[in-house]
């Protein structure tokens, strides 16, 4: 037997293993956030700049093989960086926290996408629900035994279609009715 | 004829046109500042210093175009009657004006910045952050802000009383120099022209 001939068969075992292997992990891990190392932020226009703020708590779970994303987000851990700000958009007016204290959003469509995923599905906040499209990548590592993910992506909200933004706040020439909600977290497999 | 440049004995078109168009934004300035530190948080809030901002940063830059086209250009020489002690108040003033023209925008920058809201030059250029969110900072500024408005408010009122000194009590060129109209010639002066 020929070296090469030697190399060939240990490359088609280590071709089969791999396979048997991949075949093996299914279905996949389902993905748990790293709080830590992950930011929920939002950023809208204020009279021509960005104003930006973000969520401290909220939780996240992906399975990409049986298609499952579920985000629930603390809405009381608003965080804009000023206090008065705080009580303002936390206040009845914007996101209501007292009463909607929680916002959701769970995927009931998840497709591949030639960067990562396209998730659609219903997102309810400050009350009102309506579906939206969330485009993402998503790219994973093995870590210590692990499977480490990292999941980034931005969406455009209409912050009116959820009545965040009540009476005079409902004007957009100095409140702008987009906002762009950006994600980029870290996630490690529960089954670890 | 219409002098663009100034001479040694009145200012140009140009020096007159930013004075007085300065002189208006200041007036409208001051307004805006004090509406929108009264208003009560809403909208009309938002919109006020919104608009508050933009014309601070106009002001800004129209001061350092003011002072370039100064640097540029001969000064007026100030009448030969006046006393020493006037020539400084004079100087003085000016100095002050200048330096605040530039303190208020720039403190009032920071003020926003340091509070976490970006400052954008009417919705059409947004300017970057000069420092990161700081609230002793933020306090420090407002602090600042008010303090030199109000000797701005002061210089201004001492300026003005002295234009009318000038004009009506000393009756001399120096209020006439800065309008526009035909040219005198204040007798104690030469024209560098000539």
């Given at each position: 037997m020929t070296a090469t001939d030697t190399l060939r068969r240990i490359t088609l075992w280590l071709t089969l293993s791999a396979c048997t292997a991949a075949y093996a992990g299914t279905p996949g891990p389902t993905y748990t956030l790293v709080a830590a190392r992950s930011s929920l932020t939002y950023t809208f226009e204020q009279a021509g700049a960005a104003n930006v703020g973000r969520f401290n708590t909220f939780t996240v779970r992906f399975d990409p093989t049986a298609g499952t994303l579920m985000v629930v987000i603390?809405?009381?851990?608003?965080?804009?960086?000023?206090g008065q700000r705080n009580d303002l958009l936390g206040g009845h007016d914007f996101f209501d926290v007292a009463r909607y204290p929680q916002a959701r959003f769970t995927a009931t469509r998840l497709q591949k996408t030639a960067t990562g995923y396209l998730a659609t599905g219903p997102l309810t906040l400050r009350g009102v629900t309506r579906t939206v499209e969330v485009p993402f990548t998503w790219r994973t590592t093995q870590r210590g035994g692990r499977a480490i993910g990292t999941l980034d992506g931005a969406t455009v909200i209409r912050r009116l279609d959820f009545g965040?933004?009540?009476?005079?706040?409902?004007?957009?020439?100095?409140?702008?009715?987009a906002v762009t909600v950006r994600f980029a977290l870290d996630m490690t497999s529960a089954a670890g | 004829m219409v002098m663009l440049r100034n001479t040694r004995t009145r200012w140009g078109a140009l020096s007159q046109f930013l004075h007085w168009l300065m002189a208006a934004l200041i007036g409208v300035q001051i307004g805006l500042g004090l509406a929108g530190a009264n208003l009560p948080l809403g909208m009309s809030k938002l919109a006020t210093l919104a608009r508050h901002k933009s014309l601070g940063l106009t002001i800004l830059a129209l001061a350092l175009i003011r002072l370039t086209w100064r640097a540029l250009n001969p000064t007026p020489a100030l009448p030969?009657?006046?006393?020493a002690y006037e020539r400084r108040l004079a100087l003085a003033t000016h100095v002050a004006l200048y330096t605040l023209l530039i303190a208020l925008p720039v403190t009032g920058w920071i003020m926003s910045s340091a509070r976490g809201f970006p400052v954008s030059w009417f919705n059409l250029v947004q300017l970057p952050n000069l420092?990161?969110?700081d609230p002793a900072l933020y306090h420090a500024m407002v602090l600042t802000h008010i303090v030199l408005a109000s000797t701005l408010g002061l210089i201004l009122i001492l300026h003005v009383a002295a234009a009318i000194r000038h004009h009506?009590?000393?009756?001399?060129?120096v209020l006439r120099r800065m309008l526009p109209g035909p040219r005198r010639i204040h007798p104690g002066v030469m024209d560098d022209r000539h």
């Open positions: 603390d809405m009381r851990s608003l965080d804009t960086g000023d965040v933004g009540q009476g005079q706040w409902r004007a957009t020439e100095w409140l702008g009715n | 030969g009657a006046l006393k420092v990161r969110p009506f009590v000393l009756h001399d060129e």
